[in-house]
């Protein structure tokens, strides 16, 4: 058993490498990146709080003239189910004439309509802001002959996104 214990060391070592997640850089906080643990997340860092993210990504989507839907407190609904989680709020946003042409290309496209933001709280207590891209949504639901207004719909995403969190 001693002659397997290096072994094993070196295959746990080799194991907790690849699976560790990659830290941010300055880099990443600055601009959207994929996000490590989700397929076709785009994420960027908020120099603000959470509650105030939120807000100022209201205030970007009305000053578009972009229709603010809700806002979805995932720490409240798991304090009430007595399951601690940090703070995270779901925003739902969408411009009609818009999104509405993705779930007449594909009428599953409504998982992913209206936009979706997740704005949460880091381990290291920073605040991120979180989206699927709107490229990802296209493949997913083989929406073809829309590139235009896939493009336009992931232009304000991040806008919006990059308004709320500077």
Known sequence: MNSLAPHLRRAFAITALIAAPMLPTAASAATPSAAT????????SSAHSVDETVS????????????????IDHQQLGASANLPIRKSVLVMFGN?????QFIQANP??????PVR??????ADGRTEIAWTD????GQRYGITGKDAQLKMASEV???VADEAGR
Do not use: C, N, S
């Open 37 to 44: 643990q989700a397929r076709g997340v785009l994420r960027t």
């Open 117 to 122: 933001m997740l704005v949460r709280e880091g």
């Open 134 to 137: 709107f490229a990802a949504i």
């Open 108 to 113: 599953y496209a409504g998982l992913d309509w």
């Open 157 to 159: 995403a991040a806008t």
């Open 56 to 71: 100022r990504i209201k205030t970007a989507v009305e000053a578009k003239g972009i229709r603010f839907f809700t806002a």
């Open 96 to 100: 009609p004439p818009l999104g509405v």
